[in-house]
């Protein structure tokens, strides 16, 4: 196994979904799980690199030199053999698939997986499907499952998580207890896949492996909807009306669904504390921020001061590119996985619901960063309807709505742009204008 892990310290850098880029693996065997039916394995890999140590999920196979795709080539193994990324694989792809739409388990009850199928009677999948992986950016691997011809079955999408964490995964428990409480504006639940392993310091630990929902074929992200309304000058009004009811079903759904709490000023600190870490981490990495400090703290000053709403769960991280424009269920939101920049501790706890909000009023405003314009203006005037629009329709399903000058709204939008300035000088460092651009809007100096 040390091979394995030596080959993996070189490949997982370069895969999209590795979360620490700049540093070596510093890597440890978790699990080592054996799939006889696929010839596969399903290894938890601890990277110490980082502080707290973060677990990734690699399914490997060892496979016939030549038979690999390049992309999933981690490395030779025996002679005329080598180790494989198995979720390109077709023996490890039919594996899943038969765990998250019929169950299954695998190992011992502390030291193995169980899959379990969630799918109602009218969600039937297909019984022989094809798989492809989802390219693109992402911080995890999914799987599309297309049925074969002639199998009448519905299509599936399969999320690998590739960093695990204790206890079920927000982006499963979230969506699973909305699809089953009849929500139209998320997937419907497939299945799932749940590990429980013992950590190298002796600590049993479950966690989601997979999760599986319905795909929709077809259909755009409303980022990409956004986009070309933008561009056409189409009127987006209606659309970011409805978004906004979507938005607000999901907030009241996710209210009556789970515990919601009166914020006390521990709970209140825990969030403004998160705001000033974030800015600090920000100071550090985008110096162009460094004028705007005084001014951002301050607006976080009076939303520490403000009212407060109940605490409740919530999305995290919505975003346009986080909802699908489908023909059937109108706008539907996914990956309620929250921020992957931000500890899974936080992103489990109840939390203010204007956060999702105000990622919403980010990506509206990214559209004018991301559509040219001759001068600007028409395209910001677009995003100030859509905005406002967006709120309306939130506003009539969760009968109450944060006004643009609510100021703890305004705290989630600077925080939130604040995120966008790191996550793009770590990303996409030719984007880091538009956040910088909102934050000198939301922060004006004096
Ligand atoms: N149920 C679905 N139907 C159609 N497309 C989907 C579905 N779920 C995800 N997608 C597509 O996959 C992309 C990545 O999914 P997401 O849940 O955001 O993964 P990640 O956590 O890796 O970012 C989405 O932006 C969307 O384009
Ligand atoms: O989809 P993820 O959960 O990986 O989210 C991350 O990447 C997003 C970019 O793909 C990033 O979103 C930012 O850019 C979007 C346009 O590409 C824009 O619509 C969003 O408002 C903006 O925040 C997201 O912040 C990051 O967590």
Redesign the pocket.
Known sequence: MGDLLDLLAVWMPRQRWYGTKGRDPQLTLVADWPLDDADARLLLVRDDAVQPAIVYQVPVAVRDEGTVLPGSLIGPAAEGQVWADATTDDAFTAALYSWVTVGGEVGEAQNGFIGIALASPEQRPATKVTARV?S?E?????LIFRPDEGDEGAPV?C?LFRQVNPGINP?VELQSALAAGGAAFV?AAIGEVRGSWITPENVPVSGSLAFA?????G?E?AWRVALDAAAAADDFAARAYALGASVAGMHVALAEQFPTVEPDAADRAAVVGAWERRLAIALAEVPQLEPYADRIREVYAAAAEAAWPKLQRVHGDLHL??V?DTPRNGW?L??F?GEPLRPIHERLKPDVAVRDVAGMLRSFDYVSGAVADDDGAAVRAWVIAAQQAFLQGYAETAGRAPDDHDPLLAAFELDKAVYEAIYETRNRPDWVGIPLAAIGRLAPLG
């Open positions: 989802l693109g992402q911080s995890n691997t999914s999408i999320k982006d997937p929902q319905e795909f929709f074929e259909v992200d590119g986080q699908l539907v996914l990956d996985e």
